[in-house]
């Protein structure tokens, strides 16, 4: 089992704390089914006609085999919007080589809350930083020692997090992995988007009140998703067709009950082409009526292998 990253330098206050839906994306993102799905499209030796490909049982092995087929495709580029306390991202990116066969993610995030934004860049480094120690033990096993090697010579390249509206800063088509645990409860209405001088600014003659209503905001664009809880994800599935690359970009994407997945399923299905959806993980009935799924959103093509533009727009 991967660590679940550290966020214990997190101030709640202001940040979402990682909760069922946070460890959801993690079982979903870690289990065997979707490790090989991750592996098969942007694992080394993507752009190889799959029976080049070395299929090895034994990690040492794996990891050599790794380092040279590194070099023969790009680092695939992940985006997490809506970071929150950063834990997802920061699992993703500490353990790019065990989710992914490959170290030398490009991972990205962006929140609209500028405390998100600082938390979980620190989450991310410490995560990272945490897992390079481990793999230093003097008692780690030879298999480790090979990943290390691997590591170090094509690292992960964090990118650090964006203030921003969803994706809005980056190119079109140069997402390959997209995380999205969005604002999902169903409520009267949106909170307003933060502004650098209105609802996140602190100011030195702030009262008690005017403290506890800003960081009540800032909660609530963690969770209030308006009508049917669907509002910010229905804006995010309008842009994703054109945002992920073609033709590997995946994306996972967190709905509860009352979000209707099987609507948002047809939507995506609507859209044609080799479009695929999928339910990926569930946390069953233990949520009561917010019941969750992972959604997983990618394109079944032959052409998986085919080499992509994966610039970034910062």
Avoid at 5 to 22: G, I, K, L, N, Q
Avoid at 49 to 66: F, I
Avoid at 171 to 184: A, E, H, Q
Avoid at 265 to 279: A, F
Wanted: proline share 7%; aromatic share 6%; with cysteine.
């Amino acid at each position: 089992m991967l660590p679940t990253p550290s966020t214990d330098h997190v101030s709640f206050e202001r940040v979402y704390e990682p909760a069922e839906d946070s460890f959801l994306f993690l079982d979903a993102l870690s289990s065997e089914s979707e490790i090989a799905f991750l592996k098969d499209r942007f694992g080394p030796g993507r752009g190889r006609p799959k029976e080049l490909r070395r299929d090895d049982d034994d990690d040492g092995d794996e990891a050599q085999s790794s380092g040279a087929s590194l070099a023969l495709s790009p680092s695939p580029v992940v985006l997490e919007v809506g970071v929150g306390s950063g834990v997802v991202l920061a699992f993703v990116t500490a353990h790019a080589d065990v989710l992914f066969g490959r170290p030398d993610i490009v991972s990205v995030g962006s929140d609209v809350n500028r405390f998100a934004c600082a938390a979980a860049r620190q989450t991310v480094l410490t995560a990272v930083d945490e897992e390079r120690r481990a793999r230093t033990r003097e008692d780690a096993p030879a298999a480790t020692s090979m990943r290390r090697q691997t590591c170090r010579q094509y690292p992960t390249l964090f990118q650090g997090i964006m203030q921003a509206d969803l994706a809005a800063p980056l190119r079109t088509g140069s997402v390959d992995v997209l995380l999205f645990n969005p604002p999902y409860v169903p409520t009267s209405e949106l909170p307003p988007l933060p502004h650098s001088n209105t609802s996140s600014h602190l100011g030195d003659n702030d009262t008690a009140e005017e403290l506890f209503q800003r960081d009540s905001h800032l909660l609530s664009l963690s969770y209030a998703g308006g009508s049917d809880g669907m509002v910010v994800t229905s804006r995010l599935l309008d842009q994703l067709p054109d945002l992920l690359s073609r033709p590997l970009g995946v994306a996972y994407i967190l709905l509860c009950a009352q979000n209707k997945p099987d609507r948002v399923k047809q939507r995506v299905r609507g859209w044609g082409g080799d479009w695929m959806v999928d339910t990926v993980r569930t946390s069953g009935t233990r949520a009561g009526w917010e019941r969750l799924q992972i959604i997983k959103i990618w394109r079944d093509s032959d052409a998986a292998l085919c080499p992509r533009d994966t610039d970034l727009k910062l």
